[in-house]
């Protein structure tokens, strides 16, 4: 779907906790390493308006060695990428520490790199493609589709989902002002187009390329560093400044 390669920015959201149920193997194998899980977005600009970080739960994830002590989560693919572009610990090397089933991944707390609600949880999303960017996704439910239809879903059953009421707590924060759809242009889509869950993947499709180019092209800042600018001017400076304090970094595939 895509002609030529794709120019992510690696979002590095350090882990606070871990679940109880890791921090036994964590604590013996990744011992004094500063621990990311890293997201891949086309969005940098969202990034204010991050809620919590999704993952599959059947993907599986490692823990590779990346530069100046630091370890990064993220699938083995997305690491043999990273190890190409200089980005781990070694160029062309992948050094796993740790492998860790997406579903065990689910309740660690992390930072929200930009975000007003600074710490975050990691929850399930059924959509999360395993061959696709890091295999993290963070999610910014005021400006994308899936991941405010996803976050709806988790809020109305979490026990089905197996995760805490708390992680999901936080409601969708206003970031962009489009003038179609007002400061919450991904919940106004969704109630718009009816979109149920996360499993109307087809209207879904469409309401991220409308939330896409609606923001893009018509958007303005209404919180942040670059409050009042256009989406458009902003994204490249919210991207470089994030990259300029060592919280993301350039990633293509
Ligand atoms: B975007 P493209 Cl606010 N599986 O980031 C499923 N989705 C994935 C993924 C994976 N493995 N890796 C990344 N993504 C998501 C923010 C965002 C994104 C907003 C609005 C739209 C949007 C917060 N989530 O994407 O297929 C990530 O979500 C719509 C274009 O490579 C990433 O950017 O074009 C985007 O999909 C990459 O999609």
Known sequence: ENLGPQEYTGLKMEVVEWPS???EVVSSKLAGKKVFLVAATLRPETMYGQTNCFVGTSIKYGVFAAKNNEAYVCTNRAARNMAFQD??????EVTQLLEIDGSKLVGTKIKAPFGIVPEVYVLP???VKANKGTGVVTSVPSDSPDDFATLTDLKKKPEFYKIKP???AIDPIPVINTPAYGDLTAPALVKKMKINSQKDVKQLAEAKEIAYKEGFYA????VGEYKGMKVEEAKTMVRKAMIDAGLAFAYAE
Do not use: D, F, S
Request: hydrophobic share 40%; glycine share 16%; net charge negative.
């Open 87 to 92: 980005i781990l610990a070694k160029e062309g």
């Open 166 to 168: 708390e992680w999901c």
């Open 125 to 127: 999303m059924e959509g």
């Open 219 to 222: 958007g303005t800042m209404i």
């Open 21 to 23: 149920e890791l921090k």
